[in-house]
């Protein structure tokens, strides 16, 4: 057992796992950059990074043929730990590379934290819009609104993935369970006027009875979105109320009357919501003269705290984001008038800072020792 | 005379040198270079027309000269070529600089079977089937660069060429005017009664038709002009925003309004005239009044355009190429016969190459006002002048020629890939919004291409170890370690470079992007370099590589620097994809070839490298 043991820890201690694990990473890191090309930077990121197997498909199967970013990253700081309890001694001449070690440690953390929680958002403001969240660029929500009062709605928003799964949703607040009957990760939709050999519609009520859906492939491109649409079936007590096509490609939601209430439907990009808004006062946009290229673009943008305090102005251009209660607006780009912010969740986005900081200074710690020492050599 | 040979070596490089700048050395009149130097507004930046005219050239023929045939071939300056362009067109549509070479789009020009090796072709030649040129090119822009073939790439790139070349020909003067100067003065004089006529006309009152209708004429051709054109070579007036340059078309629309024609048109129409009549001295002072109004109103921008020409002539990259060109071989030469003089000579002129490059680095900074890497092109200057500066400094403490030989083959190499880049375009283009940091490219771009730099000065050490040991017998003992330690000295810097330019760009991507990692393909290809070379480290600390393996692991590192370099932008995707050549895929395969073979010679075993094998010594 002893043994067993003391074989494991040299396994996991030793410099040569280092350098296969290092190798490792790289060709994971190099095919990935290759699979962008049809996968996209998302898809890349799920199927590489964010997973401890990369899967190919063989004749159709999903068989595992190469360990993924969680398991290399997990490896190496299992590795990286190891070495820091068994391996390395304190002393002068190796300060730099405990230090640059342990900052490694800390960049891995972080991007493995960063991984798991980061969210990001699009916010879109016309000139004078005023919005009070921000939008998922990939995400959607099926929003049931309840909008018999005219002053505010109440909102139940079912996550498309839900809706994916086939996942029947009872919520307290609805009076009908929601039932997905179909599901297409990207779509288009036509009328049916137009499509006159289109299979008959799931849908019985609402917009979908007029137009013709066709399921099209996931795109990953960066350029491109997918476009989900949905066939769910909203089930009373006493029955059936019917079946609804909800997709964005739809716009406008779709409303009906039930338990003697005003209700709403529609499928729309999952939204955050702040207790704040922002208010776009101006968009400014510079091209250099007798070009197309940009020169600058910047959005002068009103912060309206809760509670109608007094708001502040700010300015959100290139390299100069606005961070605000925990999020950050940054300048990414426009559409005519309108200015298009990302709006970024990512609490541990100083881990990267502290950890390269770190680093940085055990190679130069390390790197100076040796110059001096190299130096002294010379001179001896 | 061989311990002067080194100092004279030197001296020759540096009047080689000096001669470009000089003026009298450069082969067209006094008058055509001054002409070069009027500042312009195009793409965004004040240049001399001479940047025009060699950048134009660069892009739509691939060099800067023209030679015309006849019985004695005369060369044509740029400048010269564009005074015939913008003056004289009916002369530049004969000259062949349109440079085509898939054979499909020769054929389409109208070249029969025998011909089609011909590349170099007139506008005359090609205007007939501009047509058909126009209906391939509606065909295959839609289809993204990345995916387009080579005959769909080349007649985008023709059509491209010939609306350019067509922009710079419409510049100033409307096509088909033979007497642009006689149509201004006549402009002139009847200014008065023609705006009187039209205004008489819309009101509706008795007026001269005729007048009214050559006015009106005149103001559609002006209408025309300002749209066909995107070289805004009139400068303002004086009060308006110093920025705000037109086009000439613009300029004489407002004639109407003023009741003057533009000065700087008539300035620009006389000196076609005087151009097209071959009346030197006319040309000569019409160009002497308007330089010396501009230089009044616009010192700064005279003053530069002015540098910039210099710049333009001097050609401090070419010259630089070529003289560490001669280093690498001198320093070879050294290592052969004459060890000191040689080596000696090798170091004078990577000592003057390296100055004239800095020099050269340095005026491009100025003129941009940037730091040093704003561009593909850039980045391989200054790859290069780092690598020099690194192997100078190793020069400097091994005195054993190894640095300079480095030198020179880095030096040469990333010159030769800088010249064929600048075939772009303007190489001081502008900067996209995104990219419009100069704190952010001073430090994450100069810190990354430092680390590039020394990667490929690693492989470049290896590769003479590798090569020097098996075809030579000048690899001893003192030799061979004295290069193990500097492949290891530089692999850590570069991994302190890479690791520190690549964190940046991280802090610069969180700063204006809101992701500190986003695995785009150019950040991928800078940590791998990372990666690699502390893989390099790690496997000598762990004893798994000793001097040859750690050779071969340098020598793979050009593959991988090399394919973070380029082969990323060749994907096309992502924030950094720009630049992308399909002759450069070749390049790349080629020498990811050529490495690959390096590495497996130094898998030879040892008793068959010339330097280790027992025997007569």
């Known amino acids: 057992m002893n043994e067993i043991f003391r074989q494991a820890r040299a396994f996991l201690v030793s410099l040569r796992l280092t350098v296969f694990l290092l190798a490792l990473s790289i060709v994971l890191i190099f095919w990935a950059t290759l699979a962008q090309v049809d996968l996209g930077v998302w898809g890349v990121q799920h199927r590489f990074f964010h997973a401890f197997v990369v899967s190919a498909s063989v004749g159709g199967l999903q068989v595992p043929v190469f360990p993924g970013g969680y398991a290399i990253g997990g490896l190496l700081l299992a590795n990286l730990l190891a070495g820091h309890i068994y391996r390395f001694k304190m002393g002068w001449r190796k300060t730099g590379i405990w230090i640059a070690h342990a900052g490694l440690i800390l960049l891995l953390l972080g991007e493995l934290v960063s991984g798991l929680v980061q969210k990001d958002y699009q916010m879109r403001l016309d000139e004078g819009e005023t919005k009070n969240y921000a939008e998922s660029g990939r995400l959607f929500e099926l929003a049931v609104i309840d909008a018999t009062d005219p002053k505010f709605d109440d909102v139940v928003a079912i996550p498309d993935s839900l809706l994916a799964h086939g996942t029947v949703v009872q919520s307290p607040k609805l009076p009908f369970r929601v039932v997905p009957k179909e599901y297409n990760a990207n779509s288009a939709i036509q009328m049916r006027s137009q499509a006159p050999g289109a299979a008959p519609s799931l849908a019985t009520v609402g917009m979908g009875t007029m137009v013709a859906v066709t399921p099209l492939d996931p795109t990953y491109k960066e350029d491109e979105r997918n476009m989900p649409s949905a066939f769910v079936e909203l089930a009373g007590p006493d029955g059936t109320l019917g079946t609804w096509l909800v997709s964005p490609l739809l716009g406008n939601p779709q409303k009906f009357d039930f338990a003697g209430r005003t209700w709403k439907l529609v499928m729309r990009p999952t939204r955050i919501y702040q207790p704040y808004s922002l208010t776009l006062e101006k968009f400014s946009h510079d091209v250099y003269p007798g070009t197309d290229i940009p020169k600058n673009f910047s959005s002068r943008v009103r912060i309206n705290p809760p509670g109608g305090e007094p708001g502040r102005e700010v300015l959100i251009y290139m390299n100069n984001p606005l961070r605000y209660a925990g999020l950050t607006y940054y300048q990414q780009s426009f559409d005519n008038n309108a200015t298009i912010l990302e709006v970024v969740r990512n609490p541990s986005w100083l881990a990267p800072y502290i950890a390269c900081g770190a680093i940085t200074l055990g190679l130069v710690i390390q790197f100076m020792i040796h110059l001096v020492g190299f130096a002294r050599r010379r001179r001896a | ?617």
């Open chain 2, 1 to 617: 005379m061989t311990r002067r040979l080194p100092f004279l070596v030197a001296a020759a490089a540096a009047f080689c040198f000096l001669l470009g700048i000089t003026p009298g050395w450069v082969h067209q009149p006094a008058a055509v270079t001054a002409f070069g130097r009027l500042p312009v507004l195009s793409e965004g930046r004040f240049k001399p027309l001479d940047s025009v005219a060699r950048s134009t050239l660069l892009v739509i023929k691939g060099s800067q000269t023209i030679v015309l045939p006849g019985k004695e071939p005369t060369v044509l300056t740029p400048d010269q070529w564009l005074l015939d362009v913008m003056f004289a067109p009916e002369k530049a549509d004969a000259y062949k600089v349109f440079y085509i070479d898939d054979p499909d789009l020769i054929a389409l020009v109208g070249k029969s079977e025998a011909n089609l090796s011909i590349h170099y072709h007139s506008f005359n030649e090609i205007a007939p089937h501009i047509a058909e040129i126009e209906a391939q090119e509606k065909l295959a822009e839609p289809v993204g660069a990345q995916a387009r073939n080579h005959f769909q790439s080349s007649v985008v790139q023709l059509y491209g060429n010939l609306s350019h070349y067509l922009r710079l020909r419409r510049a100033v003067v409307p096509d088909g005017s033979k007497d642009f100067l006689g149509e201004l003065i006549h402009l002139q004089e009847n200014l008065v009664e023609g705006v009187d006529a039209v205004r008489a006309k819309e009101e509706g009152k008795p007026h001269d038709e005729a007048k009214a209708a050559a006015l009106m004429e005149e103001g559609q051709k002006f209408v025309g002009m300002s749209e066909s054109t995107d070289l805004l070579a009139i400068p303002p007036d004086e009060g308006d925003d110093p920025n705000a340059w037109h086009n000439a078309g613009h300029a004489l629309l407002e004639t109407f309004g003023k009741g003057e024609v533009n000065p700087a048109v008539f300035a620009y129409a006389g000196m076609a005239y005087a151009w097209r009549g071959n009346q030197t001295e006319s040309f000569e002072h019409i160009l002497g009044l308007y330089q010396a109004s501009l230089a009044k109103h616009f010192p700064r921008q005279v003053e530069k355009a002015r540098i910039e020409t210099v710049f333009n002539a001097a050609q401090p990259f070419y010259a630089g190429m070529w003289m560490y060109l001669g280093a690498f071989l001198f320093a070879a030469l050294s290592w052969i016969r004459w060890p000191e003089p040689a080596r000696l000579s090798a170091v004078g002129l990577v000592g003057v190459g390296w100055v004239v490059t800095t020099v050269g680095i340095a005026t491009r900074m100025w003129l941009e006002g940037r730091p040093p890497v704003t561009n593909l092109y850039s980045s391989a200057l200054f790859i290069g002048w780092g690598s020099v500066a690194l192997c100078l400094v190793l020069e400097v403490i091994y005195k054993n020629a190894i640095g300079t030989a480095a030198a020179g083959m880095i030096g040469f190499a990333t010159l030769i890939i800088a010249h064929h880049l600048a075939m772009a375009g303007d190489t001081l283009e502008m900067m996209r919004a995104v990219l419009d940091s100069n704190f952010w490219l001073g430090t994450h771009v100069v810190v990354v291409a430092t680390g590039y730099a020394s990667t490929y000065l690693s492989g470049a050490l290896a590769i003479i170890y590798i090569l020097r040991g098996i075809f030579t017998r000048t690899l001893d003992k003192a030799t061979a370690d004295s290069l193990a330690r500097m492949v290891y000295g530089i692999v850590c810097f570069a991994t302190l470079f890479s690791f520190v330019g690549t964190v940046l760009g991280g802090i610069w991507a969180d700063q204006s992007w809101g992701r500190f990692w986003g695995w785009d393909p150019k950040e991928n290809g800078a940590l791998i370099i990372v990666i690699w070379n502390a893989l390099i480290l790690h496997a000598r600390w762990a004893g798994m590589v000793r001097q040859r393996g750690l050779m071969c692991l340098a020598v793979f590192g050009n593959i991988v620097t090399s394919w973070s370099y380029f082969g990323t932008n060749m994907l096309g995707v992502g924030l950094h994809s720009y630049g992308f050549t399909q002759a450069a895929f070749w390049w790349l395969t080629a020498f990811v070839a050529s490495q690959l073979a390096i590495i497996a010679l130094a898998n030879l075993p040892l008793d068959k490298w010339r330097s280790f094998r027992p025997g007569p010594a």
